[in-house]
């Protein structure tokens, strides 16, 4: 999985235009640090998902959504790919987000609503 969302953040910082080196220091990384990440050689990215959707203009679910071909067929996280053999193979997605970062994100995007609506006061105001 590490590769795969990996694959998706480098995917999404070269349509940025971004090199390697920027996106690390947006992220306050090192370049060494960030290329593990894309490479998906550590799992890293669940501790910079905050700043890395915030720095490349994607949601979340852009970059955790599942893979082509897998659908969710309960609770529990089980997920299904039919391989075209008629064989269903069982896969586990676990995105191993905390409650933390969710609240984290929940409350970054309250704050750009706040800050919305205040801009829109200030234009009022004229």
């Not at 969710?72 to 409650?99: C, F, K, P, R």
Request: aromatic fraction near 6%.
């Amino acid at each position: 999985m590490n590769k795969t969302i990996g694959k998706r953040i480098r995917n999404f910082r070269e349509a940025k235009g971004f090199s390697q080196e920027e996106l690390a220091e947006r992220l306050k990384i090192s370049r060494s640090a960030y290329q593990r990440l894309e490479n998906g050689e550590t799992n890293s990215w669940i501790n910079h998902i905050e700043s890395i959707c915030t720095s490349l203009e994607v949601n979340l679910d852009d970059i955790l959504k599942p893979e082509e071909g897998f659908v969710q067929v309960n609770n529990n996280n089980e997920s299904s790919n039919d391989n075209g053999s008629g064989v269903i193979q069982n896969q586990t997605i676990n995105y191993n987000l905390s409650d933390k970062l969710i609240e984290q994100y929940e409350e970054r995007l309250k704050q750009k609503d706040e800050e919305i609506k205040f801009l829109k006061s200030l234009i009022e105001k004229k």
